[in-house]
């Protein structure tokens, strides 16, 4: 028995050695251009959905969730804070969304899709402390209030029942992106009629490619 002891002992050793090696070289690959392996992603998946599931436990939604005023006003964040990453309804895809790793859950689509549990504490959860190694931000950090955080929730479970149509219809109905959070940038003075600020000229480019 102190035999065999001895000799997992000495296995597990030289493995993390040979992982910290490994590791050392720079033989892990973090571009998000390409996939973990299948082993190391059901591993990240199942240690974050148990950490999720119990941080999320005792998140009690309000009880007026529901509420048409909740879920218009969660509409205008939605679309200014999410709709690039999680899409509408009718988006197939997004410029921003394509390059992520790993790929952000289509919102749109009926919850048991693109997530497992579906529960509003759940949601609240992670839209409030965001998720380690992914782009999901804290969005609590950023300053927005649990109040505006149930709005979204409540938005996000009435998403994937909506149309195109309906989504659009949602938004103009809004406030828009409107929460406390941080405080809007003061508005910039545009300098007097010939004032050319030292010489450098200004000029406003598109987004293009």
Known sequence: MKEFLLGAASVIGLGAVAGFGFVQAGGLDFAA???????????????????????????????????????????????????????????????IRKGLYPVPPNLSLPASATDASGSDGRRFWIIKHGIKGSAMPAWAKGGMDDEAIWDLTAFIKVLPKLSANEYQASVAASEGHSHAGMAPEPSVQEPAPGHNHEGHAHSHHKHSH
């Open 33 to 95: 251009d390409t996939a973990h392996s299948d082993g190391l992603t059901k591993l990240i998946i199942w240690a974050r959905e148990q950490s999720i599931t119990k941080q999320a436990n005792d998140v009690v939604p309000p009880a007026d969730l529901a509420a048409a005023e909740r879920i218009r006003r969660g509409a205008g964040n939605y679309e200014a804070m999410c709709v690039g990453c999680h899409l509408s309804p009718g988006a197939e895809d997004s410029e």
